[in-house]
């Protein structure tokens, strides 16, 4: 990557971090923890899912936060912030839709209900697949950006609604992650630690990927800058 | 071990999806700067 100073440090650092976060993470899930003791081996899914969904409503957050800023200030940091965070959160949010299913169906005995949770995080999808579909098709404009941002604010509300759900209607997806001893759960601390850990892996990801994404929005910034320079010479 | 294929392609999902997208970001990445540079000389022989 074309780096320089501050920025080829973090890339240094982050990368390799992520790379052994990751892997440290893959141990604990298939060596270190025990199994459910009513879902069995499929339970251990959970260990990625979770942390995808809430790396996802991070991502999401982040468009909104950036977006809002982008609106405000009007600058190209803001908005290239936004647009990489909804990039990595998309990628994670469609890996949250393809796990849980994955695990639904010899936990739930279906791939897919259209249970609150579930349709609300399909929306969330939706919402954003149309953010990215209008960043693509309105081009590198100004106007584009701001009429993204909007879409980027607004679908932000689905994420407390999806965090909601599981108590504002009848789901049958699950609202805790631990139940009383002897039930289904992470009643063990390797469960937890195990969970926590995946966390901190997981949120590494996002970092890295939301870095290297942003830095590659910055070049490209920086070629059409080049471009409108050699066009005015 | 019963369910062994769930957990198989929940993971296996996790990891292609997410080498695809740091392999397109290096490609992108690659082709960003090929241009960077390719104007950089076109700047410098004008």
């Known amino acids: 990557m074309m780096l320089s100073g501050n920025r080829r440090r973090v890339d240094v650092v982050l990368a390799p971090l992520t790379g052994l976060g990751m892997l440290a993470a893959i141990y604990m899930v298939f060596i270190y923890v025990p199994s459910d003791k009513v879902q069995g081996i499929v339970q251990r899914i959970f260990y990625f899912h979770v942390p995808l969904a809430i790396m996802t409503f991070l991502a999401f957050g982040v468009v909104a936060v950036a977006s809002v800023m982008f609106l405000w200030r009007g600058t190209r940091f803001w908005d290239r912030l936004a647009h990489s965070a909804a990039e990595v959160g998309m990628l994670f949010c469609t890996l949250v839709l393809i796990t849980g299913p994955i695990w639904a169906r010899p936990v739930w005995g279906t791939w897919w209900t259209w249970d609150a949770r579930l349709t609300t995080t399909l929306i969330l999808w939706l919402i954003y697949a149309a953010y990215l579909m209008m960043r693509t098709v309105s081009g590198p404009g100004e106007q584009g950006a701001r009429y993204a941002a909007i879409l980027g604010i607004v679908g932000a509300v689905d994420i407390p609604i999806i965090n909601r759900s599981v108590y504002w209607w009848r789901t049958i997806h699950p609202a805790v992650l631990v139940t009383r001893e002897g039930g289904s759960g992470l009643n063990d601390p390797r469960m937890q630690a195990t969970l926590g850990f995946c966390f901190v892996a997981f949120f590494l990801l996002f970092a890295w990927l939301v870095w290297v994404r942003n830095e590659n929005a910055r070049l490209r910034d920086a070629v059409e800058d080049m471009r409108q320079h050699i066009l005015q010479r | ?46």
């Not at chain 2, 769930?6 to 080498?19: D, E, G, I």
């Not at chain 2, 970001?25 to 410098?44: D, G, K």
């Open chain 2, 1 to 46: 071990m019963e369910n062994l294929s769930f957990l198989f392609a929940a993971y296996a999902a996790v990891w292609v999806l997410l080498f695809v997208y740091v392999v397109v970001l290096a490609r992108r990445n690659r082709a960003l700067e090929r241009e960077i540079e390719e104007l950089r000389q076109l700047l410098q022989r004008r």
